[in-house]
């Protein structure tokens, strides 16, 4: 299960470099993923999600990756830039039965990307 | 996500007063949601709602209400507000596309109890 409290894991990079940010899940029942971009006085804004299918997605300068054998997701941003700037949220969910679109997120991951 | 708005933004209030927290959306999404977010934890599901006859309890409920007034509309009350319900509100919307149904919120209610 997530780890719960009060200190976000945090990266930091230079502006142009690729960040990396991981996330482990814990329902190997999951079947849909999604990660979130909370920035700061905001509500969570959808990134991209990957079906259980898959194993990787690319978007506009971000990619997901899934790895169901060791249950991780990864986001990967490309030419980080400052206003990247925000708390990360990985959520899963599954969607047998009446859990269909229930999400559980994890605990976020703070980036900061310096100029 | 100007679709979904939350009503009022920001909120101080005192123990024991009831407290209800309005979300409007025009998605034309059938599925609505209510979560918190505390401190340093991601955001925990209170109450969900699939359409305007179904309301499901999350993870923590206990403390909460909630209306679906409309397809549009989803309200969140506490009827006795304590200190710790102090946290961020979010509500969001979604509409199921195949097998992925992804969720879109609104910018939040910041609700303080003192």
């Known amino acids: 299960g997530e780890s719960v409290g009060l200190h976000l894991p945090t990266l930091s990079v230079q502006e142009g470099d690729n960040s990396i940010i991981n996330c482990a899940y814990s329902?190997?029942?999951?079947?849909?993923f999604i990660w979130y971009k909370q920035e700061s006085g905001k509500g969570p804004q959808f990134i991209i999600d990957i079906r259980s299918n898959m194993d990787k997605r690319q978007g506009q300068r971000v990619t997901v990756l899934l790895n169901k054998t060791v249950k991780h997701l990864s986001l990967q941003i490309a030419a980080t830039q400052p206003g990247d700037s925000a708390v990360y949220f990985c959520a899963e969910s599954y969607a047998g039965g009446t859990s269909y679109g229930k999400l559980t997120f994890g605990q976020g991951t703070i980036l900061t990307v310096h100029p | 996500d100007a679709d979904v708005t939350q009503t009022p933004r920001n909120r101080i209030t005192k123990t024991g007063k009831r407290i209800m927290l309005e979300c409007s959306q025009t998605k034309g999404h059938d599925r609505m949601y209510w979560y918190r977010q505390d401190p340093g934890l991601g955001l925990r599901l209170i109450y969900y709602?699939?359409?305007?006859?179904?309301?499901n309890k999350g993870e923590i409920s206990d403390g909460y209400s909630v209306s679906r007034q409309a397809q549009a509309k989803f309200s969140l009350s506490l009827e006795s507000a304590i200190p710790n319900q102090t946290a961020l509100y979010f509500c969001a919307t979604s509409h199921p596309s195949g097998s992925t149904d992804t969720q879109y919120f609104g910018p939040g209610t910041r609700l303080t109890v003192l």
């Open positions: 329902n190997s029942a999951s079947d849909y």
């Open positions: 709602s699939f359409d305007v006859k179904d309301i």
